[in-house]
């Protein structure tokens, strides 16, 4: 719950400003609005409606709807009460500001790895336009990403700009090798039981085993495991940095 010790004076007194001047009881009992009696200390506003003038509880408040029919009779008492709304409120605003930035990054995630399942091209920057979104990006080689914008807008219900932009060859290409991260079942003989011997000697993907040694990789794999040799599993580390070599040579 929000308290008004955690806030700095300035921010206090804004919120003591918005509230306005309030009504204070003059006696420790007084009456409310249905003919009966109650503390001080448990009411939050008078009402100046001829009909039933009197002071309202919190639960008359919300029975009579004050707030939402902004009744122009109602005058606001009880100060620390209304501070607390108006923090909790303030709170409020900022959770569901921290939600949106959460929701916001995984939607920007999501687009970048979409449009970046295209293997040349790199994301620099999304942001928000009047009509949609922007998507900056490098390429190493032109590609069609009309599919990829299609399922993006259909997801989202956003309108997606692409904005391809220049960049040095040499960072462009460093970029777009950099980011590549293929599955290591994607190489054609991989199966799930040498992708994760693969992965237990720190090979993570199909770029990091490019100019490897096949051999200290096997011996490494067997020092780990305690055997000798393994012809099989041998063969298997040769094809698949000879299809990692031919991944990261691929023209950018």
């Known amino acids: 719950m929000a308290n ?36 001080k200390t448990n009411v939050i506003g008078y009402c100046n409606l ?17 707030a939402e029919k902004k009744c122009p009779f109602f005058q606001k008492s009880n100060r620390d009460y209304w501070i607390q709304i108006m923090l909790e409120q303030a709170a409020s605003r900022k959770n569901r ?9 995984r939607r920007d995630e999501d687009i970048r790895a979409t449009i970046e399942a295209h ?12 009509r949609g979104l922007q998507v900056s990006y490098i390429y190493s080689r032109k590609v069609d990403l009309s599919e990829a914008i299609k399922v993006l807008k259909a997801k989202y219900y956003l ?3 692409l904005k391809p932009v220049r960049a040095p060859a040499a960072n462009r290409d ?15 003989g991989v199966g799930k039981v040498t992708a994760e011997r693969l992965i237990a000697l720190g ?13 200290l990789m096997h011996a490494a794999d067997c020092r780990m495991r305690g055997v000798e040799r393994n012809g099989r599993l041998l063969r298997a580390f040769r094809i698949a940095v000879e299809y990692a070599n031919k991944i990261v040579a691929q023209p950018v």
């Open 174 to 188: 460093a970029l777009i090798i950099n980011r590549r991260r293929t599955d290591l079942l994607a190489i054609p």
């Open 203 to 215: 090979y993570g993907c199909v770029e990091d085993l490019a100019g490897k040694s096949p051999e």
């Open 50 to 66: 001829t009909a039933h003038r009197g002071w309202l509880s919190k639960t008359l408040y919300d029975k009579h709807h004050c």
């Open 4 to 39: 008004k010790k955690d806030i700095k004076k300035h921010e206090l007194d804004a919120i003591i400003r918005a509230i306005g001047p309030v009504k204070k009881p003059r006696s420790e009992t007084v009456r409310l609005i249905d003919g009966a009696t109650a503390k």
């Open 97 to 105: 500001e921290h939600l949106w930035r959460e929701e916001k990054q």
């Open 159 to 161: 309108t997606i700009f």
């Open 119 to 130: 293997q040349d091209v790199y994301v620099t920057k999304i942001r928000e336009i009047p």
